[in-house]
């Protein structure tokens, strides 16, 4: 089977773009999370999705947002990028949290903004 | 504010030494997960403690969930090369649709 997949890889783009990230989860798998990390830090929890309905959100800005499609698919969008949004951008594929299942992680998207 | 603090942020140790690496908060979580992040993947899941005072065992890996659930340990037994990596624990803080980590972990084992 496979597993959480991310795409693009990498990414570059310039301060006040938007860019738009996507995840795969495993299959059979309805809820998705998205992830901040930063270099040298934990990751930073954005948004989580549960059959395509928003379940949680973190301490973000408007400026991200996300969806999930019928699939269980995700997209993660950034509008109007800053140089403080350069991270590693997971996306997590699980069961809800009340199944106290581990969550299985992509192996991110890293974004550089310029 | 840093929900779940880990110490030590760094640590680098020679091969066959043993050593624990701890993961504290203020608040109580449901249940607590320990993972290992290579560079440039994902995290991968080791284990999740759910009981209070729960203790597993994965081969020389052993983990702890505090008795009041506010803070777990890892501790490893002959660390060998190949345990080198982040090591991060992460959580549901309770009654919260979110996982929260703590800031990591970079664990070095030398030869």
């Known amino acids: 089977d496979a597993g959480v997949t991310q795409s693009p890889t990498h990414l570059i783009k310039t301060r006040g773009q938007h860019v738009t990230l996507r995840c795969s989860p495993i299959?059979?798998?309805?809820?998705v999370s998205w992830y901040q990390q930063v270099l040298g830090q934990g990751p930073q929890f954005i948004f989580q999705y549960y059959e395509k309905e928003e379940r949680g959100r973190g301490n973000f800005p408007d400026r991200f947002s996300a969806r999930q499609f019928p699939n269980y698919s995700s997209e993660l969008n950034v509008n109007a990028l800053l140089l403080g949004d350069s991270a590693l951008y997971l996306c997590?594929?699980?069961?809800?949290?009340?199944?106290?299942?581990?969550?299985?992680f992509g192996s991110g998207t890293r974004l550089t903004v310029v | 504010t840093q929900l779940l603090e880990q110490s030590p942020q760094f640590l680098s140790i020679q091969e066959g030494e043993n050593l624990t690496v701890y993961c504290n908060s203020s608040?109580?979580?449901?249940?607590l997960q320990w993972y290992r992040q290579e560079p440039g993947e994902g995290p991968v899941l080791l284990v999740t403690?759910?009981?209070?005072?729960e203790v597993k065992k994965l081969k020389r890996l052993t983990f702890q969930f505090g008795d009041a659930r506010k803070d777990s340990s890892l501790h490893i037994t002959a660390a060998q090369p190949g345990d080198t990596g982040l090591y991060l624990c992460?959580?549901?803080?309770?009654?919260?649709?979110?996982?929260?980590f703590g800031q990591g972990t970079r664990l070095t084992i030398n030869p």
């Open positions: 992460a959580g549901p803080p309770w009654g919260a649709q979110k996982l929260v």
């Open positions: 299959s059979g798998h309805k809820s």
């Open positions: 403690v759910v009981t209070g005072g």
């Open positions: 608040s109580v979580f449901s249940s």
């Open positions: 997590a594929s699980g069961p809800p949290f009340q199944q106290r299942d581990g969550y299985t």
